[in-house]
Structure formats: C-alpha cells, structure tokens
C-alpha cells in the first residue's frame, strides 16, 4: 500500500485563525439518550480555518465561488519544495534547486514547525513574482504551510492578485514539517460550496 501523508492541522476550538475571524465554535443538537439515537453537532468557522482553498471570490468581487471551481488542479502529482530560511517572501531563487521538470503543483515549506496553537502574525509569504515564475513553468497550483501567500499585514494582496490574473489555485495552512521533499501525489478537494470564497480541506500526498 502506498504511504499516504495528512497534511491537514486539526480543527477544533484551539485552531488559530487570523485576527478578526471567525474562529471553529461547536455545539450540540442532539445527544444520546434513552429519547434520541444519536449525537448530532452545529458547528460554526471560517471557511479559512485549518488546510483550506482561496477561491478567486475570496480575492475578486466577480471572482467564481469554490463550489464552482474544477476539481482538477487539487489532485494529481504535486511537488514539496524547501524553502525554510527565505525570510518575509519565498522568491523563485529559494525555489531554484527544485524547479526542472515541475509537475503542475507545487507546495512550499517555509516553516521550521507549523504553528498548531497560535496565529503567526510574521508569516510567510510568497512573491508575486514567483507566482508569475511558477506558471510561466506550468503550475497551476501554490500551496504553503502559512495562513496565506501575502503577508499578514498585506493590504494588496499582490500574490493573490497574481493568483487571480493567472487562473491559478491556492492551497493554504499545510502541514509539511515531516514531508521530506519531492515529487507525491497530492488529493485536496475542497467542499462544493456553491457561495463561499473558501473550503476547508483535508490534504493528504500519498507516494507515487
């Protein structure tokens, strides 16, 4: 059986999100007992707590809905890249020593150890111009380990924006600290939630 990867942190009422948003709240609606058969939950977040995909709606006031979106960019073969050390931006030098023959996806560790319990404020992110670079080499999706490829501060979003004008997809808030890297398969889907400008996912990479 092939080894399989979950990339994905837990989602529960710890889970950091960025400041003013929605954190994941749960309550019950039903609890066993003598009168009901069965535990049933509500629960409450941002579509952007845990591994999630940015819809271009999230980014572009006319921009499509994740429910919209075709599937096939979150699966198939993916590559995992190093670039811990960059500083505030990946740019496509620290990507350098993994870019021949890239397959359509590429996940960039910027990390030391993901942030499980609290928001990291001085995240990093990815430049616009690598984004640009990125596709010119046939990627057409980006994920991070970061809560999002713009610094947290970033009032422009130039990344996204990049993102949107090249019809690119985003994976954010992976896990890779034990993902050597390399070449996987990666399986991503987000939900079809036909409104939203994000879904949560569960991301995994399994060995090819």
Not at 174 to 203: F, H, N, Q, T, W
């Amino acid at each position: 059986m092939k080894k399989l990867w979950d990339i994905s942190p837990p989602v529960d009422a710890a889970s950091p999100v960025f400041p003013g948003d929605t954190p994941y709240r749960q309550s019950w609606s039903a609890t066993l007992s003598p009168d009901c058969p069965v535990n049933v939950c509500a629960i409450t977040l941002s579509p952007h707590v845990g591994a999630h995909a940015d819809a271009p709606l999230h980014y572009d006031p006319a921009g499509r809905a994740v429910g919209a979106l075709d599937l096939d960019p979150y699966l198939g073969p993916c590559r995992v890249i190093d670039a811990r050390g960059c500083g505030a931006l990946v740019r496509i030098e620290h990507l350098a020593h993994a870019l021949a023959a890239l397959p359509p996806r590429v996940l960039v560790r910027t990390c030391a150890r993901f942030p499980f319990a609290r928001f990291d404020d001085a995240l990093c992110g990815i430049a616009p111009e690598a984004v640009v670079a990125l596709a010119q080499r046939g990627v057409r999706l980006i994920g991070i380990d970061s809560a999002s490829v713009d610094p947290a501060a970033s009032k422009t979003l130039d990344a996204h924006q990049a993102l949107r004008r090249l019809d690119l997809r985003v994976l954010e808030n992976l896990v890779l600290d034990d993902v050597p890297p390399g070449d996987y398969e990666l399986i991503a889907l987000p939900l079809k939630l036909m409104s939203a400008d994000a879904s949560p996912v569960r991301a995994v990479l399994r060995e090819l």
